[in-house]
């Protein structure tokens, strides 16, 4: 049930999920709106010029990857590990901390991987670009 919640919300077109991301973060958006209501915030915050919503939704967009590498390791684990740490007397976090992470250490790094530079590559900018604009964005915020 968990992985078909973590599945439905691919089926959604990129385009669509791009406009919730905008409605959710937009200075009038939910966020911003349920920010003021608590009275944590005193003015809107521009969510999506601060690239927070760039971040969100490039995390929302690859954690399904992390996710099934994560869960395909833990499946693969023989469970007679799991059974022969408890008989001898490990609680759960060190059955977790010693057993379950080194195991699945190489799909991690397998999931992580793609997710990385997928980042990476939606958030790099050309070579001149930075040094160009660094005194633009922080004089901006001064």
Not at 6 to 29: C, D, H, K, M, Q
């Amino acid at each position: 049930m968990l992985l078909l919640l973590l599945i439905a919300p691919y089926w959604v077109n990129e385009i669509l999920r791009a406009f919730a991301f905008r409605i959710l973060f937009s200075t009038s958006g939910v966020i911003n709106n349920a920010l003021l209501s608590l009275h944590l915030l005193c003015a809107p915050v521009d969510l999506i010029g601060n690239d927070i919503a760039l971040y969100a939704g490039l995390s929302y967009a690859y954690i399904l990857m992390m996710v099934f590498s994560l869960y395909n390791a833990i499946e693969s684990l023989a469970h007679n590990q799991i059974e022969a740490a408890r008989d001898l007397g490990a609680p759960w976090w060190h059955i977790h901390l010693f057993v379950v992470m080194p195991f699945a250490k190489a799909r991690y790094r397998f999931g992580l991987h793609p997710c990385v530079h997928a980042h990476r590559g939606c958030t790099c900018r050309p070579a001149g670009a930075w040094r160009a604009s660094y005194p633009l964005v922080y004089a901006n915020r001064l």
